[in-house]
């Protein structure tokens, strides 16, 4: 019997978005159709998304999965609870480093405490969550944006520090010259209340793999 497949959330407002966007930018009018029914899809848990996210600073994504596949073996199940029980050595041995499993720990005992409120999330703002994840050791403002895209599906995202983002905006608005963050923010004026789906299809013009966390 073979397992049954994992389960991808889309979001509901995704096809609204796009006929705001096509209305409302010429370059998003010309990107969109070009990539079909593909769309932006939430896996995993919070817990599990944001301990990925770690694992996978600073190395290849080749490397990342590398290292999440033998860490993920380690517990049962991947909890923050389980991840506390972990022995240091089976960790290094899984190939994090000794920073990654700080921040691994760090992250389990926000999560196993209740010092961050997940339940809450789906009432709070943006700028809420990602003032609660930066607390977290190793989680930036770049990682919890992501966070906010690709797990909580927030459609409003801009995360500015994105060198992806402002690479695809340097191309597709201003045929391969420099941008500025306040370029970035003058382009995107034209995309709210949607940003996040705007930023996707900006990535995908310059990857047509969907990127996943």
């Not at 919070?46 to 999440?68: D, E, P």
Request: glycine share 6%; hydrophobic share 45%.
């Amino acid at each position: 019997m073979s397992p049954s497949p994992l389960v991808l959330a889309t979001p509901d407002y995704w096809d609204e978005a796009c006929r705001h966007l096509a209305r409302k930018d010429r370059v998003m009018k010309r990107l969109i159709p070009q990539f079909g029914d593909a769309c932006l899809q939430s896996r995993g848990d919070a817990f599990t998304t944001l301990a990925r996210s770690i694992v996978g600073q600073q190395i290849s994504v080749k490397a990342a999965q590398t290292v999440w596949d033998r860490f993920a073996k380690l517990p049962r199940r991947m909890t923050a609870g389980n991840v506390l029980k972990l022995k240091v050595d089976d960790m290094q041995a899984a190939g994090l480093s000794a920073r990654k499993i700080e921040y691994l720990v760090d992250l389990a005992l926000h999560f196993d405490s209740g010092a961050v409120h997940a339940n809450a999330w789906p009432e709070m703002t943006d700028d809420d969550i990602i003032a609660e994840l930066v607390g977290i050791r190793g989680i930036g403002r770049w990682t919890a944006e992501m966070f906010l895209i690709f797990y909580l599906m927030r459609p409003n995202v801009l995360p500015l520090d994105d060198v992806g983002l402002i690479n695809g905006i340097s191309v597709n608005y201003f045929s391969g010259e420099s941008v500025s963050r306040s370029d970035a923010r003058e382009v995107a004026a034209a995309w709210a209340p949607y940003c996040s789906v705007a930023t996707w299809y900006i990535w995908r013009s310059l990857d047509p793999l969907p990127v996943g966390y």
